[in-house]
């Protein structure tokens, strides 16, 4: 039978849902090889993607390396040992625990569990980019609350009074990332508490603790405490920035039984592999490792905002192992610039903000290489 006879689609593509075709795909920071490829250049520096430049546990790469030896097999798909270890160190019951593929997988199986055509969702505008995909693709409505004005405490970061206001009788799902990605800013303990405490139940809030191992260092609260008592709360994080395990893929959901329940029956089997459950065990194992890498990065963070803002750059306070810089009108002509000189920071227009670049805090002497790049590039130099 021919493709017209059959009623088949001119093209394959249109055989997906309207709402997905309706996405923009997530765009990462860009990969080293990838700058090698284009312009020729060696001896990069990479300050696009928020990883940790201080690397994992030795612990953690010598547990990589033992399973190794039996990736040939299958890994345990309840991740059972890890949900131990985890509900040791959170002092939480293990079947609060739920377990992903890095923290996005935790999202998308948040919206595909509770979203559908007939919710909606709550989101921040330049929030973090994942959280509108996830609920668009199932085609619930989003609703983008206005952040904060630039000339704010915390200029663009979540308004949780407009977020509020935007919680409808058919909302689910309530994002907030504390700190946010790609502006750094946070909500405090009492106004974040507030919140927690007057969304209605039928809404469930989730909170994005992706940089939690920096944010307590900089006083961003953290809700683990209070999820006992909030059963539509659901607390997120991830082994792939404090823990320096980005590459494996490791994140996992705190929240009530019920929750945990629910997204477990949509869970993908096996979608945690065992080298990246072994190395995240032994990870857990070792928190000095950890502490003293956070403490070094949360130093350098500040020193360089100091420095940026001491070439006349505005810097949005960050509770991150990032910082959000104001690069003006230049941004773009800027990003090209370093990139040719061998560093890699990441441009947020896609976030709204064409006038910005999100710099993730490196070694010392990477961070320098990127001021010392910056400086003659900034207008007016």
């Not at 860009?30 to 520096?45: A, H, Q």
């Not at 390396?65 to 949900?83: F, I, N, Q, R, T």
Request: glycine share 8%; aromatic share 6%; hydrophobic share 45%.
């Amino acid at each position: 039978m021919s493709a017209q006879g059959s009623g088949a689609a001119a093209h394959p593509g249109q055989l997906a849902t309207a709402a997905v075709r309706a996405l923009s795909p997530y765009v990462p920071g860009k990969p080293i090889s990838e700058l090698e490829r284009e312009y020729g250049v060696t001896d990069i520096v990479k300050l696009a993607s928020n990883e940790n430049p201080y690397g994992p546990s030795p612990a953690a790469i010598a547990a990589m390396h033992a399973a190794v030896a039996s990736a040939w097999l299958y890994p345990d798909g309840s991740a059972h040992e890890l949900k131990q270890a985890l509900a040791v160190h959170l002092e939480v019951p293990a079947p609060w625990l739920t377990v992903g593929n890095g923290s996005n997988e935790l999202l998308l199986m948040l919206a595909e569990t509770f979203l559908n055509a007939q919710c909606s969702a709550v989101c921040s505008q330049y929030g973090f980019a994942i959280y509108p995909l996830v609920i668009r693709a199932t085609g619930a409505a989003c609703l983008e609350a206005a952040a904060h004005p630039p000339a704010a405490a915390m200029p663009y970061g979540h308004d949780l009074a407009a977020m509020a206001r935007a919680v409808r009788p058919d909302t689910r799902l309530v994002f907030i990332a504390n700190p946010n990605n790609p502006t750094g800013t946070w909500v405090d303990h009492e106004a974040l508490r507030s919140f927690i405490e007057a969304v209605p139940a039928h809404a469930l809030v989730v909170l994005d603790e992706a940089y939690y191992e920096f944010a307590t260092l900089s006083g961003c609260p953290s809700v683990l405490p209070w999820v006992a008592d909030h059963p539509n709360l659901i607390m997120l994080r991830t082994f792939s920035k404090g823990y320096g395990l980005a590459g494996l893929r490791v994140g996992y959901a705190v929240s009530h039984p019920e929750v945990a329940d629910a997204m477990n029956r949509y869970r993908p089997a096996f979608n945690v592999s065992n080298v990246a459950q072994s190395a995240a065990i032994a990870a857990l194992g070792d928190q000095e490792h950890v502490q003293v890498a956070a403490r070094r990065i949360v130093a350098e963070r500040e020193r360089m905002a100091a420095a940026l803002r001491a070439l006349g750059v505005p810097v949005a306070p960050s509770a991150g192992n990032f910082l959000m810089v104001e690069a003006g009108a230049d941004a773009p002509r800027i990003y090209d610039q370093l990139l040719r000189g061998g560093v890699i920071v990441r441009p947020i227009g896609g976030y709204g903000l064409p006038r910005h670049l999100r710099v993730s805090v490196g070694l010392p002497e990477q961070n320098e290489r990127l001021l010392r790049l910056l400086g003659p590039l900034l207008p007016g130099r």
